[in-house]
């Protein structure tokens, strides 16, 4: 019995030595391995090779040039008159609308009738100094109709300011207060702004005065409706009422943007906010202090973007340039054969990525200033010379209701009469009756009416039918929808 206990116990103690043996062993290598990996941890980061390099981005700190240039920036007040309507007035005066006889005087009493009269309203805006002494940069719509302006400096001195001249077009306007060894602000050139970079806006939101909000230039040459002379700069630059005609700034202290208008659903800032460049407002300051107001230049075409379908059409391999949809009678443009169609691809050597592109570099011109045009006239490049004309009020072109075939494009039309002629001031055409499959795709709608054809102009409905025989998988039909005259790239079944 105990010979067989000693054997158990020899055989529990040489499991027991297998078993912590095992688990010595386990430790040690465990222990090894905790001990080299510091050691490979730091070769593997010792080796370039073994990890990227991590870029380090650092926020700007805008308070230098707040501190400098801030006290060129100005708050500006304006004050106004609105002609009010007539109205009726109880000899009572104002009910309390409690009073359980307010509305019988109201619907059944005596009324005295009051004259049409003035209403005085108020408003504010920003500027910045760009003279020593005296000048001043802001919007238009902030002083345009104001009968009395105010400009208060950041050192709180007041002044009653003078409106030089103001443009509605670029929405500039030039002030000038009396006073001397004022502080200002340098101009820069937006064309080394990028976008990406960072900027901020000095202004008095909401009567804030010096509120000063920063961001990034979000793209750059944006066209807005109604504005063709303007390329504006895009930010997410916080803009609210009261920061009109501040200054949008970039990081050297240059003022490289005049803060103007803002995209929203709401009224107010909602990340998207536009600023005229400077050098348009500058060379508009110009010519209000030295001619007391603005000329532009003038081709007399209107112009279009391009599309992938067009440039087909025209047979462009890119859809870069400003295409002519249509030349006025007796313009400059039509004096040196341009015509609808033509594609403009440079002005002066400098390339016309798109329409927006252009109307700031013509009216810019000096009218009677010749300018040299690249263009794509029927499949091939010329060079065409201009001599800018000077802009006129734009011409608004009567609104017809006018209305019998069907064809490939699916569209029924008719010609038009002599007298829709006479007010579309355009000879030939085809009316569209109804619009239905490629061309109602594209666009075209009841009222247009179709100009031309790949260039060809047209008149009757089956000359319309040959010219569609004769192309191909694309066709660009110039049309024109009430003052306007466009192409459009319909893509064929």
């Excluded at 104002?94 to 509305?103: M, N």
């Excluded at 064309?191 to 000095?202: N, S």
């Excluded at 569209?411 to 239905?436: F, I, K, Y």
């Amino acid at each position: 019995m105990k010979s067989q206990a000693i054997k158990l116990s020899a055989i529990a103690a040489a499991v027991a030595a297998i078993f912590f043996g095992g688990y010595e062993a386990a430790r040690s290598i465990q222990s090894a391995q905790a001990e080299a990996a510091p050691s490979a941890t730091a070769a593997a980061l010792a080796t370039p090779s073994a990890t990227r390099p991590v870029a380090t981005v650092t926020l700007p700190n805008f308070n230098s040039i707040v501190e400098q240039f801030g006290p060129a920036v100005v708050n500006i007040s304006v004050e106004g008159t609105v002609k009010t309507a007539a109205r009726g007035q109880s000899p009572l005066g104002q009910l309390d609308p409690d009073d359980p006889f307010s509305e019988f005087f109201r619907r059944f009493g005596p009324q005295f009738r009051m004259p049409p009269g003035e209403q005085i309203t108020h408003g504010q805006g920003s500027g910045f100094i760009v003279s020593a002494d005296g000048i001043i940069l802001t919007n238009a719509h902030v002083v345009a109709d104001a009968k009395h302006v105010t400009v208060k400096l950041t050192d709180k001195r007041e002044f009653s300011a003078k409106v030089i001249g103001f443009d509605k077009p670029t929405d500039v306007a030039v002030l000038r207060i009396d006073a001397h060894d004022l502080p200002t602000v340098p101009l820069g050139d937006p064309a080394e702004t990028r976008v990406g970079d960072w900027v901020l806006a000095i202004g008095s939101p909401f009567g804030f005065e010096n509120s000063v909000t920063a961001g990034i230039v979000s793209a750059k040459s944006r066209s807005l409706p109604d504005e063709g002379y303007v390329p504006f700069i895009q930010t997410d630059v916080a803009i609210n009422p009261g920061n009109s005609g501040g200054p949008l700034l970039n990081l050297k202290g240059e003022v490289v943007g005049i803060n103007s208008q803002i995209y929203s659903r709401s009224g107010g800032y909602q990340g998207v906010s536009f600023a005229i460049p400077i050098n348009v407002a500058a060379h508009v300051k110009d010519q209000l202090i030295t001619h007391g107001k603005v000329t532009r230049g003038r081709l007399g075409v209107a112009i279009q973007d391009l599309n992938q379908g067009l440039a087909e059409s025209f047979g462009l391999d890119t859809s870069r340039g400003a295409l002519i949809s249509h030349v006025e009678n007796d313009s400059p443009a039509a004096k040196a054969g341009l015509e609808a169609g033509d594609v403009i691809l440079k002005i002066d050597g400098e390339p016309v990525a798109s329409s927006a592109e252009l109307p700031p570099k013509v009216a810019a011109t000096s009218p009677g200033k010749p300018v040299t045009l690249e263009v794509w006239h029927k499949g091939k490049a010329r060079s065409v010379t201009v001599t800018v004309g000077e802009q006129k009020p734009a011409k608004v072109a009567s609104d017809d209701d006018v209305q019998a075939d069907r064809g490939r494009l699916g569209v029924a039309v008719r010609p038009l009469t002599q007298e829709e002629q006479r007010q579309a001031e355009t000879e030939g055409g085809l009316l569209v009756l109804d619009a239905g499959g490629p061309a109602a795709r594209a666009g075209i709608q009841q009222g247009d009416v179709i100009l031309a054809v790949n260039g060809k102009p047209v008149s009757g409905v089956d000359e319309l039918r040959e010219l569609l025989a004769g192309v191909g998988k694309h066709v660009a039909l110039l049309i024109q929808r009430e003052d306007a005259h466009i192409f459009v790239p319909i893509e064929l079944s």
